[in-house]
């Protein structure tokens, strides 16, 4: 397995990736959509809450998914990273069409990369000055990618070539990782070890999984907030099957919580009071360090560049 490479970008400022410690590599603090009405994330003192809870258990880092126009809460932030002691890592990037108004979208679309390159590099949106996103959030579509998706994923490669930053990707129902890595990889030049295939757990395809793995990016398996989802009873095959199959340095694990209602569930603290130990015991002692630590250590590391170094 090689090392981490780089530094990790977290709102407090660029890290050495050996101190990230303990991740939750797929995760919401605040989230606002118009699909999923009265279920906002919007509460500071909530967020801070669960970082607290997520510290206490032995978390260090927690890495927020939400992408520009969702309700990110990027002013507050810094202060709930200084507050609780975790590292925050924050997202630029779009999710799918139907999570926005399209005026705002049409807006959106003149000059996307450049909004990118500038979130990871000079600062995000709405945040105190110099507070920097750091990776790029984007998202494919139910077993396929429809022009919008293609338009954000074609910017989302440009702003890494400019940048250096991971590009993290919501699959609809963990479907389309194919599609995502054939558009970002083959056509556009990313390098797959730069990329986080998310909610691939939703779709629990292993024989796909290994090959996906194989190419290497990166797997994050997320979603214990999900009460009766296939993200919980599948996730021990799920693993157990890329571990024989020697992918164990692809794989992440996250909380996901998206909802209001969800807060309520397990969340991120879940993965360390209860999945980490059951990984130790059926998959061994080094587990939980492999999944929680060292992987994301690596998928968020990077050899940081500013936009002027690219042609």
Known sequence: MSAAVGTVRTVLGDV????????????HLFLRSPRLPGEELDDPAAAEQVLRAFAAAGGRA????????????????????RA??????AATGLHQAVHYDPSDLERRYAGLTGFFTAELTTGLHGAPEGVRAGLIKVAGDFHGLDAHTRRVMTAAAEAHHATGAPIAVHHELGTAAP???????????????????????RHPDLRLHRQLAATGAFLALDGPSRAHHATDHHLFDTVAALLEAGHADRLLLGGDTTTRTARHAPGPTHLLTTLAPRLSREFGPDAPHQLLTANPSRAFAAEWRTAHTTG
């Not at 609780?84 to 890592?89: E, F």
Request: proline share 8%; hydrophobic share 40%.
């Open 16 to 27: 050495d990736p050996a101190e990230l410690g303990v991740c939750d590599a797929h995760d």
């Open 62 to 81: 927690f890495v927020q998914w939400t992408p520009a126009g969702m309700g990110r809460r990027a002013d507050t932030l810094p202060a709930l990273s």
């Open 84 to 89: 609780t002691g975790v590292h925050l890592v």
């Open 179 to 201: 599609d995502v890595l054939d558009l970002l990889c083959e056509h556009h030049g990313v390098p797959p070890r730069r990329v986080i295939l998310g909610h691939l757990n």
